[in-house]
């Protein structure tokens, strides 16, 4: 192993196996032989990396790609089945917090059984009590049975205890949503101070942009294979491209999924089902009015179909921050519209309104709706940051008289390739 | 030996099981602790009931003859029965956390190996108590066997707890082993009834060595034959590392089984 090295990992191999139906006793072992029939599933097929010592690395990867695997198999819950992992120095991993905590213990009794399963001994645990009551913020609370927290207190407790074991190498799983945004701020401070003082750090995230702000290097593990290695800002683009591929595929089989089963049910039956999922949509939906129809207008004229076209100009329900977008509308005239506007808007998923306007409000030529036809309105550039957004459309005759008002006509998701956070991105430039 | 000093540094955890257990076994019900020293005194009178006053064996006192070797083997079998669900009953832990595993049945027999030596106290008074006397001299040799069955038991309790991860059942197969096994070690009789073409079978038997030494200090009131206790040595140091041995070659699929 090399000197500078804190961990070494080589030509790692892990494969499970997925049981059927398993036999745990010894009568089911012998007399159902095909119980045990099983398949192999290789969850890591041949990985090798190293670690520096004072390196920090991130694992990424879509779910089931074998990252959280690689983590268990660091800190050696489970054996690789052939490959080797050597560690230098003191492992604590931050995986399953609070396993091993006792309810009916208080919370100060529980710092100690909880950091004696790190390896630490009571001279150690007395020496950092302090430390660790203070960073979990529960002064108050400590000699209360760990029942009485709520599972904010009771993680914090946690974080707190696994943070102060003075680690060589932190393993960290998912974790940094603990608590409150005020604590979880506190936990990166403090993951960022542990690291300047020398550790080496391991962590798998969802969260990409944790992840670049503590981490040299990601490691973006697919299919149980390394696919990329590198600067976090170099290999997050290429994963993020991944998956902004594969939500489109996602999407667009559900799409066709929903119109197969639209063309092959009644009008009459796909019109009940149609208030029927409206009905789940409102009750799922935050709004304080208590009925909420997603539907409404006095039916002169109908919008029978809303397409999003993305830059390449196909109707798709997935997009890139800054993509160029078109809203296309199609509309049946049941009766003339005298003095018609055309609107639309946008709603992030937790029913924030983005933004919303209207023919009227840009101030375009009154005109009246006399046959079939497709409003279309172009966003140039949609800059929203990523997240699950809504569009509803609609349609108004003179003084604001709801015609067809289409709530949720379109739910759609944005990705981005940079990290920048917040609603909506703000053209900007730097002088520095 | 790495192995080793990392089991050393959870000595922390090993003692908070041990206490965690000491305390709960007996939690709620009114006696308490007092369980530790009823239990085998009950066990002591049953025994003493049935084989000298209903099968009178003629064994001049009986109930030292018998209490002296009970006690060390309510310890042993339940090391082994017992100590065979220790990992199991902590299946959670196992599969979230790392620790040397080796830490739960270490936990468990050491827990059983305090309620031994508490009710050795107790053993003690009744020697006492009735006026039957204490070789002091041989009693220097008690705290040796002891450690002697203690490795010894560790040594099956990591065989034990470790197949029992594997197949469930053994839990229940052990209680039958460890009922025979009782039958078969010299607790409730002498070695000396022992038909002879069966003594080399016999004489295989880990236990057998130990229940004499302890019987050869607190019944014989003397120091035990040098034979006796070089077996008991070497058996408990050979099936401590056997047990060891296995159990580390087990424990690495404990986390997928569990």
């Given at each position: 192993m090399d000197k500078n090295n804190a961990i070494e990992v080589r030509h790692l191999t892990k494969r499970f196996k997925v049981y059927y139906d398993k036999g745990n006793s010894f009568k089911e072992r012998l007399l159902f032989k095909e119980r045990n029939a099983h398949e192999d599933r290789w969850v890591i097929n041949d990985i090798s990396f190293d670690v520096k010592k004072g390196e920090a690395i991130g694992l990424v990867g879509h779910?089931?790609?074998?990252k959280s695997t690689t983590l268990k198999l660091l800190s050696k819950i489970i054996y690789p089945d052939s490959g080797t992992i050597e560690m230098a120095g003191r492992v604590s991993s931050l995986i399953e917090l609070g396993a091993g905590f006792h309810k009916d213990m208080t919370g100060r009794e529980n710092i100690y059984t909880n950091a004696a399963i790190f390896g630490l001994t009571r001279k150690e645990i007395d020496s950092r009590l302090d430390d660790i009551i203070a960073f979990s913020e529960l002064e108050e609370f400590i000699d209360n049975p760990v029942r009485t927290y709520s599972s904010g207190m009771y993680m914090r407790l946690a974080f707190s205890v696994a943070i102060n074991v003075d680690a060589d190498i932190l393993l960290i799983d998912e974790i940094l949503a603990v608590g409150d945004a005020g604590f979880q701020t506190k936990c990166f401070n403090k993951l960022k101070e542990i690291k300047s003082n020398g550790t080496t750090i391991v962590i798998v995230s969802h969260s990409l942009g944790q992840i670049e702000q503590i981490c040299e290097r990601s490691i973006w593990i697919h299919e149980g294979k390394i696919e990329a290695e590198g600067k976090p800002r170099d290999v997050h683009p290429q994963y993020l491209d991944y998956m902004a591929q594969q939500r489109s595929i996602i999407a667009e089989k559900e799409a066709k999924r929903l119109k197969e089963k639209e063309a092959k049910e009644h009008p009459e039956a796909q019109k009940q089902a149609d208030a029927q999922t409206a009905k789940e949509e409102e009750a799922t939906e935050?709004?304080?009015?208590k009925k909420v129809k997603t539907r409404w207008g006095?039916?002169?004229?109908?919008?029978t179909e809303v397409r999003m076209m993305d830059s390449r100009n196909i109707a798709n329900t997935s997009f890139n921050t800054g993509e160029k977008v078109v809203i296309e509308v199609d509309y049946q005239v049941i009766k003339k519209v005298s003095d018609g506007v055309f609107g639309i808007g946008i709603f992030r998923s937790d029913g924030v309104h983005i933004y919303g306007t209207n023919t009227r409000i840009d101030n375009l030529e009154v005109f009246d709706i006399l046959q079939d036809g497709t409003y279309k309105i172009t966003l140039d550039h949609l800059e929203l940051l990523p997240g699950n957004y809504i569009l509803d459309v609609s349609i108004e005759c003179d003084q604001g008289i709801p015609v067809d008002f289409y709530k949720n006509a379109v739910k759609f998701d944005v990705f981005a390739r940079i990290g920048d956070v917040g609603v909506s991105r703000l053209a900007h430039h730097w002088d520095i | 030996m790495k192995r080793f000093r990392e089991i050393y540094n959870y000595r922390e955890m090993i003692n908070g099981l041990v206490r965690k257990d000491l305390r709960g076994r007996y939690k709620g019900s009114v006696l308490g602790f007092a369980w530790t020293f009823i239990n085998p005194l009950l066990q002591l009178l049953v025994y003493t009931m049935v084989f000298s006053v209903i099968m009178r064996n003629g064994i001049q006192d009986y109930y030292v003859f018998l209490f002296v070797a009970l006690v060390p083997w309510i310890f042993f079998s339940a090391s082994i029965t017992g100590g065979s669900s220790s990992v199991l009953a902590s299946g959670d832990m196992v599969k979230k956390i790392y620790f040397p595993r080796e830490v739960l049945p270490i936990a468990y027999v050491t827990s059983a190996f305090v309620n031994m030596v508490l009710s050795f106290v107790v053993v003690l008074l009744v020697l006492l108590v009735t006026g039957y006397g204490i070789n002091f001299v041989a009693l220097l040799y008690l705290p040796i066997i002891m450690l002697v069955e203690y490795l010894l038991a560790l040594g099956i309790a990591f065989i034990t707890s470790a197949c029992t991860v594997y197949l469930r059942d053994l839990e229940y197969i052990l209680g039958i082993i460890a009922m025979a096994w009782q039958f078969l070690t010299p607790v409730m009789y002498a070695s000396d009834m022992v038909p002879d073409r069966l003594l080399p079978i016999w004489n295989?038997?880990?236990?057998k060595s130990v229940i004499e030494a302890y019987r050869d200090i607190l019944y014989y009131q003397q120091v035990p034959q040098l034979s006796t206790l070089l077996v008991a040595v070497l058996l408990g140091v050979g099936f401590l590392i056997v047990g060891a041995i296995v159990f580390d070659k087990l424990q690495k699929g404990f986390a997928e089984e569990l």
């Open positions: 779910n089931g790609c074998g935050k709004s304080k009015e006095n039916g002169d004229c109908k919008v | 295989l038997n880990p236990m």
